[in-house]
């Protein structure tokens, strides 16, 4: 299961000895790289990406209010909002996103994925793991793959969903048919609450460590004797068991989760709503080392009323605060700030939900379910920023052209975590599974 | 299916004449193709402005959409290899759905030929009807690794022609993994052992076809024993010896005492039963023992549970008068033994007030007909009707005229606190754009009536109903044993089949012939050899989740776990404003506060609570933590009641207390190994502040442990 591959910076020791003797060549690292991906038949991608933030908008958002409008269409498909022009030109993004669209030289669009299944739970799973539903075998989402293969002990979980993983109708448990111990952690609670801190992390009123401690060596005493009461070697100790106690033993560990210690300016600069206070606290748990966390946003399935529901986020609302203008305020402060931190060029930022939405208005004044073309956002660790891959048709139909899948992009954002799409794992019964299916393509043109 | 069908029916191969008719000839070919899948022309709404119907079901309305529509492009009658129907899928020109038809084929010849016949839908597709598809074999035993064999179909239509329609009919393996199917030739190579799946689909028939290979040359013994039980266990043992998986030896007496007491009444045994239970040397032991739990009122309280749970009832916002009425009234029939099929009729016929007539409020579960036909069909059917809605199922039998004219039968239930059947009331059919007929889904369309509910619960609970028994003995099967005979435990489908179809057959046919009696096919079952086999496993059954080799260990329900720490501590938990006592699997409502039943994973029934069995969760580290930090184990641990502070008062040393609650929260007395160990960790403190917190933290992981959170 050891891939010289995982390592954070994707470069292996004698990748970088080459390296430093190429350039005596007078061939720069580009050039090598470049060489090396059209040559290798197993390209080895600079990987710049440590971690990833996933900001999944459940539910499907749509992507005709948010990253590919139409402002030329006939009215009931254009929709009830407008357009703004964006750091690009010639691209323009939905009236609610001005400060992503001030940051779009940092953040590519795809504007073709293409999907077959439009039911939450389907859709969910293919956007989620790259594979489609089958009733054999349920695949692990990305955060229990990259928590599966991350190598540095950390205290924190390596796959924490803010505030939870109810995602696509609440079936996943993320971790598919790896170990259940990759599962996404879900911090629970509301981080928009003022004292907002996660159950459980602070001891029971006349507890302490000596005795949790006893505990969890009792319990994996007991769970040594196998149910007749005889010793058994195979009796391991629970592993979420272990990891809860050295998570409740580390005091450093648990301050990741106080957003209270941020700065209310820095508070306010995500937004106020759930998506911004969870990205801000995506961005502590990253900073300290966790590999993968999914940022829950939920409510995009608008069946109706895409003028309350997307931009008001109340009937006659001043300022827009629905869930657009909410995704621009956390997704803006997030690249803002991990650029401030020097973190951005480290960490992918991914954002995406299972479908996009029909290209026609229904009578309710919201749109259905549509996955046969929708958006998906990336930014950070290693994404070639500043351009659209792919248009969906003129109403937002169809892919137009470069058509991705949910596979496409599954190998895409494993190649840039530094995981070889092609790599196997092995069922619990045996069998061989890619991280990526096999007809997966990884878009070349979206890694810098 | 008569053999003899196949010796004297013509088997002739296509021609290329005039007798290419369109439905029977022409459709197959885009089906092969892929041309109306979902996910291309077969979508709700076509692609690129071409829709044929999802699979071809409905062939008049692709008639229309290929020779009439866009007259002269789709189908060119004078020159006919310049017919978009053909240019597109050979990629003559351009495709957005690229290369699907190898324009040197037969296919896209016989394509060829109708359109210059002159594209004709055919008088005889009036005439012949396709009845049904035979696929040779139906299932396979192959042996050794890289074996193969070659699939073989024929289509038998209605005016006595049967023709080998293998080239036309979709092979698609279930894990592609695991099979390899040439879409040409429909040979079949075995990459892997198991049990596989493939689903053969000619026109609007779908089929199942079985491959197995062993996973060893190993063969275990097939029982050979006599009794009721005897049907259970020869179809468990013959399918384990087909595949070669040895089977676990009979667990002791004290696993199956735990076991059974889980099963059937949701309580762990008390210490008292449990020693008088292993000093019993009666041959008769566990049967007795089953008999008395099936005649408890624990029963009765564990088996309202899991009915409420399938019936999904909850609490309407101000309206728990009628959950509780309707929770009541379901008591009353478990307990009063009355048969599932009547219980079921009595749900679905109920009208008057729901805060008086208890069953009424089934009909206040969902709201609307559609929502009542797809929750009524994954109930009573175990048929996910709801794919249906839009288009006809995919992988199964329905309509939409089923799926509409269920939901006509329930269209003029009002669904207020009052139920009442009133004399209007429709659901409008999608394609048509009329109003649904009330129809028994699969079957036949209804004649006016007053209330055409009763209708649908004759035919539902009669006693050749191939669904109503056949769902409930498969859950009841799963409820014991881990694992239904077929997963999802409301997807029963042709193209789903049961890991063991002979002994669901079987099953639902003694439980239509026991009246319906739930008791008895749970007798039945925990009686047979399978049930009673140890989850220890032995060389070469370790991976086995689906055949019964050994006994799979469930995470035990957050009811009857919330109960279970209860019972072990003596000390109860408060469920919202209930009285203290209360347990927790006699709750109405599942709505009620407790942070206990939270953190344990309650259903809210909002939903089905049925869950796959791949997607078991132990509450993964969220709930080590609160186990650790939160009120659940420690608030009741360090109370001055219950059972350690009376053991501790009566001055009990530590290997009396760690005896009692061994048998208390596993159901076993605690070996020498382990008593040794406890002694050994446990040294007796002078402070007994010191030694009450020593036996609190062994109490605490006592209940943490694998043994006591696991039925096994």
Redesign the interface.
């Known amino acids: 299961m050891e891939n010289e591959l995982m390592r954070c910076d994707g470069f292996l020791r004698r990748d970088i000895l080459r390296v430093g003797g190429l350039t005596a060549l007078g061939l720069g690292l580009d050039d090598y790289l470049r060489h090396q991906r059209l040559s290798a038949a197993e390209p080895q991608m600079p990987v710049r990406a440590k971690s990833c933030i996933l900001i999944w908008l459940d539910g499907g958002p749509s992507h005709l209010e948010t990253f590919d409008p139409k402002p030329d269409a006939p009215a009931e498909v254009r929709g009830p909002l407008g357009t703004i022009a964006t750091a690009i030109p010639g691209i323009r993004l939905n009236e609610c996103l001005p400060k992503t669209a001030a940051l779009l030289n940092r953040i590519a669009i795809i504007r073709s994925m293409t999907s077959?299944l439009g039911e939450h739970n389907f859709g969910t799973h293919y956007l989620l793991t790259g594979y489609k539903p089958?009733?054999?075998?349920?695949y692990p989402a990305y955060g229990a793959v990259v928590s599966h293969l991350h190598r540095e002990p950390t205290v924190l979980?390596s796959n924490i969903a803010v505030p939870n993983f109810s995602v696509g109708g609440s079936?996943?448990?993320g971790g598919g048919y790896l170990p259940?111990a990759t599962?996404p952690?879900?911090v629970?609670g509301d981080p928009t609450k003022p004292n907002f801190s996660v159950?459980?992390?602070?001891?029971?009123q006349?507890?302490d460590l000596t005795?949790?401690d006893?505990?969890r060596q009792?319990?994996a005493?007991?769970?040594a004797?196998?149910?007749?009461?005889?010793?058994s070697a195979a009796g391991l100790s629970?592993p979420?068991?272990e990891?809860?106690?050295r998570?409740?033993a580390s005091e450093d560990a648990k301050r990741a989760f106080k957003l209270s210690e941020e700065p209310s300016k820095v508070r306010q600069q995500y937004g106020a709503k759930s998506i911004g206070q969870c990205c801000l606290l995506a961005r502590r748990l990253v900073e300290r080392g966790v590999p993968f966390v999914t940022v829950n946003d939920r409510g995009w399935d608008t069946h109706e009323n895409l003028q309350t529901r997307l931009k008001d986020g109340y009937a006659g609302a001043k300022v827009g605060v629905g869930l657009v203008p909410s995704l621009d305020l956390a997704l803006s402060a997030l690249v803002r700030d991990l650029e401030d931190r020097a973190m951005l060029d480290e960490t992918l930022v991914v954002v995406m939900g299972e479908f996009g939405r029909t290209p026609k208005l229904n009578t309710r004044g919201g749109r259905d379910h549509w996955p046969?073309v929708f958006s998906v956002v990336m930014a950070g660790g290693g994404v070639a920023a500043g351009q659209v891959i792919g248009s969906s048709d003129a109403v937002g139909e169809?892919p137009l052209d470069k058509p991705v899948t949910p596979a496409d992009l599954a190998a895409t954002i494993y190649t840039l975590l530094g995981i070889d799409p092609k790599r196997e794992f092995q069922t619990?019964?045996?069998?061989?599974?890619r991280v990526a299916p096999y007809e997966a393509n990884v878009l070349s043109e979206l890694i810098a | 299916m008569p053999i003899w069908w196949i010796f004297f029916a013509v088997v002739i191969p296509v021609g290329s004449d005039s007798r290419i008719d369109f439905d029977h000839d022409v459709i197959p070919v885009l089906t092969k193709a892929g041309c109306n899948t979902g996910a291309c022309h077969g979508a709700a709404i076509g692609r690129g402005g071409f829709k044929l119907s999802l699979y071809g079901g409905d062939p008049a309305a692709d008639y229309r959409a290929i020779a009439l529509e866009l007259k002269g492009r789709r189908v060119n009658l004078i020159d006919p290899d310049q017919s978009l129907l053909l240019m597109k899928p050979t990629e003559a020109t351009e495709h957005g759905g690229g290369y699907r038809l190898d324009p040197d084929s037969s296919a896209v010849a016989r394509v060829t030929d109708w359109i210059r016949h002159g594209a004709h839908r055919g008088d005889r597709a009036a005439k012949r009807r396709f009845v049904r598809l035979e696929v040779s074999p139906q299932s396979a035993v192959i042996r050794g690794s890289g074996g193969h064999l070659t699939l073989k179909a024929v289509a038998h239509f209605s005016d006595g022609l049967s023709r080998d329609v293998t080239g036309e009919t979709v092979f698609k393996a279930e894990d592609p993994a695991a099979l390899e199917v040439d879409s040409e030739t429909a040979k079949t190579r075995v990459l892997r052992g198991g049990r596989h799946i493939i689903i053969a689909r000619y026109l609007s028939q779908v089929m199942p076809i079985e491959i197995i290979q062993p996973y060893s040359d190993r063969t275990s013994g097939v029982t050979r024993g006599g009794g009721q039980t005897q049907f259970v266990d020869r179809s468990v043992d013959t399918l384990l010896a087909t595949l070669g998986i040895p089977a676990s030896g009979a667990a002791d007496d004290a696993s199956f005492s735990r076991r059974v007491s889980l099963d059937l009444t949701g309580r762990l045994p008390e210490p008292g039963s449990v020693r008088s239970f292993l000093g019993d040397r009666d041959p008769e032991r566990r049967v007795k023992l089953i008999d008395r739990l099936l005649a408890s009122e624990a029963f009765n309280e564990y088996w309202t549970l899991q009915l409420a749970k399938l019936l999904r009832i909850h609490a309407q916002p101000g309206n728990l008068l009628g959950v509780e009425k309707y929770h009541a009234w379901l008591k009353q029939q478990i307990s009063e033994k009355v048969g599932y099929d009547v219980v079921a009729r009595s749900v679905l016929t109920a009208q008057g007030d729901t805060h008086q007539i208890g069953p009424a409020n089934f009909f206040r579960t969902v709201s609307g007909p559609r929502e009542q036909a797809e929750f009524t069909s994954e109930l009573f059917m175990g048929s996910r009707l709801r794919c249906a809605n839009c288009h006809n199922h995919p992988l199964d039998q329905w309509t939409q005229d089923d799926y509409h004219g269920l939901a006509a039968i329930f269209a003029r239930v009002q669904q207020g606190q009052v139920v009442a059947v009133a004399s209007g009331g429709q659901v409008i059919h999608p394609r048509t754009g009329e109003n649904a007929v009330p129809r028994i889904p699969g079957e036949h369309f209804l004649e006016d009536s007053d209330d055409p509910r009763e209708a649908l619960a004759d035919w539902l609970i009669s006693s050749d109903n191939p669904y109503f028994a056949r769902a409930m003995v498969n859950r009841l099967w799963k409820a014991m044993m881990g694992r239904g005979l077929v997963e999802p435990a409301d997807d029963l489908r042709a193209t789903n089949p049961a890991t063991h179809p002979k002994l669901l057959k079987t099953l639902a046919e003694d439980f239509v012939g026991h009246q319906f009696d739930l008791r008895h096919t749970l007798r039945l079952i925990a009686s047979s050899d399978a049930y009673s086999r140890s989850s220890r496993t032995v060389s070469g059954n370790e991976i086995d989740d689906r055949y019964y080799s050994h006994r799979m260990s469930q995470s035990l329900e957050p009811e009857v776990l919330a109960d279970a720490i209860s019972d072990v501590l003596e000390v109860s938990e408060r469920y919202g404003d209930t009285a203290l006592g209360t347990r927790a699997v006699t709750l109405v409502d599942p709505g009620i506060e407790s942070q206990t039943l939270d953190v344990l994973g309650r259903c809210s029934r909002q939903d089905t609570c049925e869950t796959p069995v791949l997607v078991q969760d132990n509450g993964g580290l969220s709930r080590k933590l609160h186990l650790f930090n939160g009120p659940l184990l420690n608030q009741r641990i360090a109370s001055n009641r219950g059972r350690l502070s009376r053991l501790l008062e009566s001055g009990a040393t530590v290997e009396v207390v760690v005896d009692e609650f061994y048998l208390a929260a596993l159901g076993r007395p605690v070996s020498d190994g382990e008593k040794r160990f406890w002694n050994e960790r446990l040294k007796s403190f002078a402070d007994p502040t010191e030694k009450r917190e020593q036996l609190e933290d062994f109490v605490w992981g006592l209940l943490t442990c694998k043994e006591f959170v696991t039925n096994h």
């Open positions: 077959p089958t009733p054999v075998l349920e979980p079936r996943m448990t259940a599962r952690f879900s629970g159950r459980d992390l602070d001891f029971y006349g507890l005795r949790l006893r505990r009792f319990v005493a007991l769970d004797f196998d149910h007749s009461g005889t010793a629970d979420d068991l990891r809860a106690y998570l409740i046969r169809s619990r019964d045996g069998r061989p599974v």
